[in-house]
């Protein structure tokens, strides 16, 4: 089986905020699910898989508490560079985002978001790169507003794409630079130019990646 045609399963595009003591961080994740409903004696729950190797997941098996702020279609893909693509270990991935800390200490994201939910850790399941966390919901939103976005619709409207550790990641497709035959490619999210008719090397010094926002540099040259 080839890997491209796991795409047809279905994902959301979701911002999972965290907190590591008192510092609220937040990451991207297209693997959220209800698995249960809410009943007068339980709680829905909701499964969530992030990837080891992401500093959020560490946070949320530290804390045992995240939350999950469903993107829309009008949510800015800047948003998804800035949390999707960048460590928080050791940057403030929050500050450009516009979000509110709840009182638990974990954010939610306020850029045109459909809704929000706060969520407390049951289970945790260990797979290989990846872990699943089994949560109750706390807490959330009266309401919902806006369509929320798919990874369908971030991959194919926004020309969007999964870091190297996510189980949906895929080698870039090749494109090429008309002017010159060869194609190039963000070293950062993978995101690859697409204009036929301005070729990479006439963009300008200060050109900057749609998706990740990484500078014209980060782009590697593929032959």
């Known amino acids: 089986m080839k890997p ?28 959220v699910m209800q698995i249960s409903k809410a009943t007068p004696s339980d709680a829905a729950l909701v499964a969530v898989a992030l990837s080891k190797e992401n500093y959020s997941c560490q946070c949320v098996e530290q804390e045992g508490i995240f939350s999950i702020s469903v993107l829309s279609q009008d949510t800015p893909a800047t948003v998804i560079g800035a949390l999707g693509f960048v460590s928080g270990r050791g940057v403030d991935k929050l500050g450009n985002i516009r979000h509110k800390v709840l009182i638990e200490g974990v954010p939610v994201i306020k ?48 020309g969007g794409a999964s870091p190297k550790y996510s189980p949906t990641y895929l080698p870039p497709a090749r494109t090429f630079d008309k002017s010159s035959g060869e194609s190039f490619v963000c070293s950062v999210c993978g995101y690859v130019y697409r204009d036929p008719n301005f070729g990479f090397e006439e963009l300008p010094a200060d050109w900057t990646c749609p998706v990740c926002k990484m500078p014209k540099k980060a782009f590697v040259r593929k032959k």
């Not at 049951?122 to 089994?134: I, T």
């Open 4 to 31: 491209l045609v796991l795409g047809n399963l279905s994902y959301g595009m979701y911002a999972i905020g965290v907190k590591d003591g008192s510092r609220p961080n937040a990451c991207i994740a297209n693997t």
């Open 111 to 158: 850029e045109n978001t459909c809704c929000w939910f706060l969520c407390k850790v049951q289970e945790k399941l260990d797979l290989p790169g990846q872990v699943v966390f089994v949560a109750e919901i706390i807490a959330g939103s009266d309401e919902a507003v806006g369509t929320p976005m798919t990874y369908k619709y971030y991959v194919e409207q926004l």
